[in-house]
Nanobody, 114 residues
Framework: QWQLMESGGGLVQTGGSLRLSCSASGFTFSRYGMSWFRQAPGKERELVATISSAGGSTNYADSVKGRFTISRDNAKNTVYLQMNNLKPEDTAVYYC???????WGQGTLVTVSS
């Protein structure tokens, strides 16, 4: 059975940085594209970034372009989200997902203080 486990969330000041990690198991990680989503309080879950199976193609929500970077290490079965220049509106629970499998992690909370 697949498992996704996020880590790296926390409290950071405006302008700060965090790197989220998502460790995958139970499936052949290198065969699948991966995504990061987030859900802020009272809002719908939104797609933040995606990366192709080999890591050669990435896409970002307009709200995070130029600030966030998605990457992956297929040898470690891990996908990352580097978040720089964080803003209070980035406060949310961040989830990694393998959408082709319908797989989701439990989420990690990122709080950006103003």
């Amino acid at each position: 059975q697949w498992q996704l486990m996020e880590s790296g969330g926390g409290l950071v000041q405006t302008g700060g940085s965090l790197r989220l990690s998502c460790s995958a198991s139970g499936f052949t990680f290198s065969r699948y594209g991966m995504s990061w989503f987030r859900q802020a309080p009272g809002k719908e879950r939104e797609l933040v970034a995606t990366i192709s199976s080999a890591g050669g193609s990435t896409n970002y929500a307009d709200s995070v372009k130029g600030r966030f970077t998605i990457s992956r290490d297929n040898a470690k079965n891990t996908v990352y989200l580097q978040m720089n220049n964080l803003k209070p509106e980035d406060t949310a629970v961040y989830y990694c997902s393998c959408r082709p499998l319908g797989a989701w992690g439990q989420g990690t909370l990122v709080t950006v203080s103003s």
